[in-house]
């Protein structure tokens, strides 16, 4: 499934490409997860004003409202001047006077929906309840310390819901609670300023790494200009149960929480 850096690499790999395009025509596919929410006529002739990127969605702004993409579980984007034919996987194509972008999507759980603007109820449904973005400036640390106190769930968990902050996947979210040095059963509430304090910079870290790497969690990702994202990620614990714990050397353990597994050092993350 594509992670917040996936994402967020794919919007850098076609952002300043397409920023300025007129839309020529728009053709769907089968349906996807959501219906599009306006006639595809209405986007011809339209510009795309910018793409920017709030949690797992990519928000096109055009000069009447905008266009929120979602990779679902299985999809991906590209954006290049000359596509071949559609195949039976790609479902939204948005010709443009600079280049086709085009949604493949096999599994069909993601989407892509039209909103006159964000606080439309097609948008408000979707992103008015994501927590705070983890990379850029808007990750204020006073609020995700009120957050994690405010919380008695396990604190994995609460990264994982992604109310409080979102992008913290759960291959990410050992990593980052193994960085932190906490243990992902630890209560939320639990968190002093200065473990919540490395927690915060580790998610940042983390994720920040993972977009540097050209995006890391799926083997088979591209991004929209079709370069490969070849660095996979060098885990810590994630997937190394039994195996030494890189730092310490004590064996990696797994444990489940939700119908989730993650991994931890017992001895690194001691609570
Ligand atoms: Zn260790």
Redesign the pocket.
């Known amino acids: 499934m594509p992670e917040l850096p996936e994402v967020e690499v794919t919007r850098r790999s076609f952002a300043d490409a397409i920023a300025g395009a007129k839309i020529h025509a728009v053709a769907l596919g089968k349906p996807l997860r959501w219906p599009l929410g306006v006639a595809p006529q209405a986007l011809v002739g339209q510009c795309v004003m910018a793409v920017r990127r709030r949690g797992k969605y990519l928000l096109l702004d055009l000069q009447q409202g905008l266009l929120m993409i979602h990779l679902g579980m299985s999809g991906s984007l590209r954006f290049a001047g000359h596509l071949p034919e559609r195949g039976p996987h790609d479902h939204f194509d948005l010709v443009t006077d600079r280049g086709t972008l085009r949604l493949h999507d096999p599994r069909r759980f993601g989407a892509v929906v039209w909103a006159a603007d964000e606080d439309h109820p097609h948008a408000r449904k979707l992103l008015a309840r994501l927590g705070m973005e983890p990379l850029g400036d808007g990750f204020d640390f006073v609020a995700f310390h009120a957050g994690l106190r405010a919380s008695r769930m396990p604190i994995k968990q609460l990264l994982l819901a992604g109310k409080l902050v979102v992008g913290v996947g759960n291959i990410y979210a050992s990593e980052v609670l ?1 960085l932190a040095r906490i243990r992902p059963t630890a209560r939320a509430s639990s968190l002093g300023p200065q473990r919540a304090r490395r927690l915060h910079g580790a998610i940042r870290e983390v994720l920040e790494r993972a977009v540097q790497q050209g995006g890391s969690t799926l083997r088979d990702f591209s991004s929209a200009d079709g370069s490969a994202g070849h660095f996979q990620l060098q885990a810590s614990v994630y997937g190394r149960d039994g195996q ?7 064996p ?1 353990r797994m444990l489940r929480q939700g119908q989730r597994s993650s991994y931890f ?5 001691r609570s």
Do not use: A, E, S, Y
């Open positions: 193994f030494p714990c890189r730092l310490c050397g004590t990696v050092c017992p001895h690194c993350q």
